[in-house]
């Protein structure tokens, strides 16, 4: 059974409407916008003494010296997950 197109226009149909959206996607200008609130900046800023600490960890990891304390960790993810 052989079958033939009806319309020889017919043969990519979307290949117009293609065309319409790639004109109207051109002529529009679209733009992103970021704001970032005063207290995300505030949580983005370290204190000297908080810098301080960051680098004595970093160090301890460093050297091998850091140990976790596994009792304090599990009793703080107890609270935060209780609360």
């Not at 005063?38 to 960051?54: F, L, P, V, Y």
């Not at 004595?56 to 599990?74: F, N």
């Amino acid at each position: 059974m052989k079958i033939t197109p009806i319309q020889v226009n017919s043969v990519n149909p979307y290949n117009k409407q293609q065309r319409k959206i790639n004109a109207t996607a051109s002529t529009s200008t679209i733009t992103d916008k970021i704001e970032i609130s005063a207290t995300a900046k505030e949580m983005s800023t370290i204190s000297a003494e908080r810098a301080q600490k960051i680098q004595k960890l970093k160090e301890q990891i460093q050297t091998g010296e850091y140990k976790v304390d596994a009792r304090k960790v599990a009793e703080d993810m107890l609270k935060y997950y209780r609360y």
